[in-house]
């Protein structure tokens, strides 16, 4: 469940590194801006809790605090499993465009990963390396095209560390909505495809994803209710159902001057 839950965070960053910002710079990307939220925010709160058949939350899960950059970036989060005790921090550094230049993660209180980005001529993704906490090369990749204007990846691909292929990955978007993406790998087979619908208001309505396993396909799909909104639009809680169950996702939002 803990695995389940935090990756439904994956709505925070993506890749990260180390070279000095080209002086030509034309756009600033923002995480905000890239999920549609609404309004100057400070820091959001994300609550994530276990709920009955019919969506009442019955167990609280994880917290997640993020804590973003006047340019709209999640700068630092730290999770909190259920009993409020911190199992996770993630600390990033951005590009004066926006894109995230390092990002490090911790667990209690010890380096586990670190990515870091560098930018080719033009402001554009050039290159992602993910180490380890003693700093051995992992994986990373690269971009064969240029991010959208949201700063999305639309293409990648990861490599293991002896330079072999891992998977390729495209992606399709709607201005700032995924729409969906597919992995296949080395050899040119589907590992991997994910494809979401959108509510009138542009918010998630149902994710699909195929998982293929020694040719095998697993198909997951997952509903998204919204339930309440705060006064500057933005969705504070929705219930989401898939085969293990209903999830309850609650945002609190801090917005700048208030």
């Keep these: 469940m803990m695995k389940i839950l935090l990756s439904l965070l994956c709505l925070i960053l993506l890749i990260e590194a ?72 993630e600390k990033t550094i951005f590009f004066p465009n926006g894109l995230p230049q390092s990002k490090i993660e911790y667990a209690n209180g010890k380096k586990t990963r670190q990515v870091k980005t560098t930018l080719d001529e033009s402001g554009n993704l050039n290159r992602s390396e993910i180490y380890d906490g003693q700093g051995k090369l992992l994986s990373f990749m690269d971009y064969p095209d240029p991010q959208n204007e949201y700063g999305q990846t639309t293409t990648l691909r990861v490599f293991n560390a002896d330079s072999t292929l891992k998977f390729a990955e495209l992606a399709r978007y709607d201005q700032h909505r995924l729409l969906g993406y597919t992995q296949k790998n080395s050899t040119g087979q589907e590992i991997f495809s994910y494809r979401c619908t959108y509510q009138s208001k542009g918010e998630i309505a149902t994710e699909t994803s195929v998982e293929y396993r020694e040719g095998k396909p697993t198909k997951t799909v997952k509903t998204h209710q919204i339930t309440t909104y705060d006064p500057q639009g933005n969705w504070t809680s929705k219930i989401i159902s898939g085969e293990s169950g209903k999830i309850q996702v609650k945002r609190a939002f801090t917005y700048r001057g208030t």
């Design 18 to 89: 180390c070279v000095p910002m080209p002086e030509s710079e034309e756009k600033t990307y923002s995480y905000l801006r890239a999920e549609g939220i609404l309004g100057e925010v400070e820091s959001i709160k994300f609550t994530f809790y276990a709920c009955d058949s019919v969506g009442h939350p019955v167990e609280l899960q994880i917290n997640v605090w993020c804590k973003l950059d006047e340019n709209g970036n999640v700068v630092e989060s730290s999770t909190y499993d259920g009993a409020g005790q911190k199992i996770g921090v």
